[in-house]
């Protein structure tokens, strides 16, 4: 168990909606990755919040947005929602800022299926 | 399970034998390399990484060798267990970077009894 826990496991929505994912970072860790994972591209990086502020941003479209609380759990929406966002959608923690080789430990993700 | 890719190159080892997996990285100015598995379900578990300045580092069981003249990584896995069945992926980046890490498409290991 990596310590990073996100909900929901599981999510179908339709075209056009709008979801929410969460991530609970391991105890003590500061930033919160997160991933998209598809059977074509792999694992891409989106963004990454260290202590509550965006420290870098990926391949991340316009449509998605995430945010990183006080508490230091993360949240990814993700809007008016396409066929091609379904995939894994991970969340990944460290301890430091991006700024070490702090290895990165991740969750066990949120399949997210649009119909 | 879910499925990380459809035509992932897959490497077939008996139970007990060595694995060795491969993984060519692009970027010549990377300089830190992390080898993650993820088996069906669950996500990326890391589990050994290296730094350019080391060309060999050993973890229980595995083993990283990093050959900066070709670009060429490498996973050693002594005596495959079938709990070793998996899909393995390097990832290189620049150290104090990790928000750039930079994963290959992955190597699907099946230990075969």
């Known amino acids: 168990d990596s310590g990073v826990t996100q909900t929901p496991k599981h999510l179908i929505t339709a075209t056009g909606q709008r979801v929410t994912l969460r991530c609970s970072p391991r105890s003590g860790d500061l930033s919160v990755y997160w991933y998209q994972q598809s059977l074509d591209q792999g694992l891409q990086f989106l963004i990454q919040?260290?202590?509550?502020?965006?420290?870098a941003k990926g391949n991340i479209l316009e449509r998605f947005s995430a945010q990183q609380f006080p508490d230091l759990h993360s949240e990814l929406n993700l809007s008016s929602l396409e066929l091609g966002d379904s995939a894994l959608y991970f969340c990944?923690?460290?301890?430091?800022?991006?700024?070490?080789?702090?290895?990165?430990?991740f969750g066990n993700g949120t399949r997210l299926t649009v119909t | 399970g879910e499925s990380v890719g459809l035509h992932l190159p897959t490497l077939s080892v008996q139970e007990g034998d060595n694995s060795i997996i491969n993984c060519a990285y692009s970027?010549?100015?990377?300089?830190?390399f992390i080898w993650y598995k993820q088996e069906s379900g669950k996500g990326p578990q890391f589990i050994i990484d290296i730094r350019s300045n080391m060309d060999k580092r050993q973890g229980q069981r595995v083993t990283v060798l990093l050959n900066k003249t070709v670009k060429h990584l490498s996973l050693q896995i002594a005596a495959t267990q079938p709990g070793d069945s998996a899909v393995y992926f390097c990832a290189e980046g620049y150290a104090g970077t990790a928000s750039k890490l930079t994963f290959g498409t992955g190597t699907r290991l099946q230990v075969t009894l």
């Open positions: 990944a923690s460290s301890a430091g800022g991006g700024r070490s080789n702090s290895p990165l430990h």
């Open positions: 970027n010549s100015a990377s300089d830190y």
């Open positions: 919040y260290y202590n509550g502020e965006e420290r």
